[in-house]
Nanobody
């Protein structure tokens, strides 16, 4: 069992930045691929970014490529999502997730409760 807790969401103006954090507990953090997803009002949940256990492989959705950066610190059992040049379209609840194995796209086994990100125009 893995427990995930996101933090760092909030309200920001367009063009601004936020850094989300996701703290994991319960199992060996470095065993897991970590991912970020988001769900906007009235839309389905979508993939944002993922990172392998060592940080040597990352993958991004086209919509965030060049603006968002995923990273992890295995000594702190934490994965981060640095979000720059935020746009109103980035407004969503952001979820952290993890899975065993090597594939970055899933399926993901464990999910956090989410953190709200709101970008005002």
């Amino acid at each position: 069992q893995v427990r995930l807790a996101e933090s760092g969401g909030g309200l920001v103006q367009a063009g601004g930045s936020l850094r989300l954090s996701c703290a994991a507990s319960g199992r060996t953090f470095s065993d897991y691929v970590m991912g970020w997803f988001r769900q906007a009002p009235g839309k389905e949940r979508e993939f944002v970014a993922a990172i392998n256990w060592s940080g040597s492989r990352v993958y991004y959705a086209d919509s965030v490529k060049g603006r968002f950066t995923i990273s992890r610190d295995n000594t702190k059992n934490t994965v981060y999502l640095q979000m720059n040049s935020l746009e109103p379209e980035d407004t969503a609840i952001y979820y952290c997730a993890c899975r065993l194995g090597n594939g970055l796209l899933g399926p993901y086994e464990y999910w956090g409760q989410g953190t709200q990100v709101t970008v005002s125009s």
